[in-house]
């Protein structure tokens, strides 16, 4: 089992910056890379960006430029730079690992663990 502990949301204004953190604990050899979902309300849940342990990171078009991933390995941990926020930026953001999978996914049916979701609010 691996456990996601999501940190950091918060209410910013739009153009602002908030800096999300997953801390990752169990059998994390397992999860070759961490991941970012986000859910809006009404909205289907969506890949925001990843990171393997190689340190190689992909990302959504929509947050391309303006996120950051980040992981710091001594602490298990995976960080995510948000700058340049924007309304549509809100949301509830998770974490993500996988259970063996090698090659990152876009497709949160391939994690299998998930955080609690930490809100991101984004005001004008």
């Known amino acids: 089992q691996v456990q996601l502990v999501e940190s950091g949301g918060g209410l910013v204004q739009a153009g602002g910056s908030l800096r999300l953190s997953c801390a990752a604990s169990?059998?994390?050899?397992?999860?070759?890379?961490l991941s970012w979902f986000r859910q809006a309300p009404g909205k289907e849940r969506e890949f925001v960006a990843a990171?393997?342990?190689?340190?190689?990171?992909l990302y959504a078009e929509s947050v391309k430029g303006r996120f950051t991933i980040s992981r710091d390995y001594a602490k298990n941990t995976v960080h995510l730079q948000m700058n340049s926020l924007k309304l549509e930026d809100t949301a509830v953001y998770y974490c993500?690992?996988?259970?063996?999978?090698?090659?990152?996914?876009?497709?949160?049916?391939?994690?299998?663990?998930w955080g609690q979701g930490t809100q991101v609010t984004v005001s004008s």
């Open positions: 993500a690992a996988p259970d063996g999978r090698a090659t990152i996914s876009v497709r949160g049916n391939d994690y299998a663990y």
């Open positions: 169990g059998r994390t050899s397992s999860t070759y890379f």
């Open positions: 990171i393997s342990w190689t340190g190689m990171s």
